[in-house]
């Protein structure tokens, strides 16, 4: 079981900065994948970028290449989500997900984040 806590949100103008933490307990969080989702409201939640286990290799969805980066701290079993150049379309409840694969569905989720972007 591992459980996934999001931090870092919050209210911010458009063509800010913001950097997302998801920290996740346990002593196994390099042998996860991990992404980050988001939902916008009445919008249906959405993949944002992933990382995979080693950290080698990530994915990006279209709407934020060149403007988000994920990255992960194993010793301090945490993801990060830099979000730069953030557009008013950014603002959603952002989730940290966890996998035990490189691919497939994600095993668990953190309870999300809110971004607010202002025009």
């Known amino acids: 079981q591992v459980q996934l806590v999001e931090s870092g949100g919050g209210l911010v103008q458009a063509g800010d900065s913001l950097r997302l933490s998801c920290t996740a307990s346990?002593?196994?969080?390099?042998?996860?994948?991990m992404g980050w989702f988001r939902q916008a409201p009445g919008k249906e939640r959405e993949f944002v970028v992933a990382i995979n286990r080693s950290g080698a290799d990530t994915s990006h969805a279209d709407s934020v290449k060149g403007r988000f980066t994920i990255s992960r701290d194993g010793a301090k079993n945490t993801v990060f989500l830099q979000m730069n150049s953030l557009k008013p379309e950014d603002t959603a409840v952002y989730y940290c997900?966890?996998?035990?694969?490189?691919?497939?569905?994600?095993?668990?989720w953190g309870q999300g984040t809110q971004v607010t972007v202002s025009s």
């Open positions: 997900a966890a996998r035990k694969r490189d691919w497939g569905a994600y095993d668990y």
């Open positions: 346990g002593r196994t969080f390099t042998t996860y994948a």
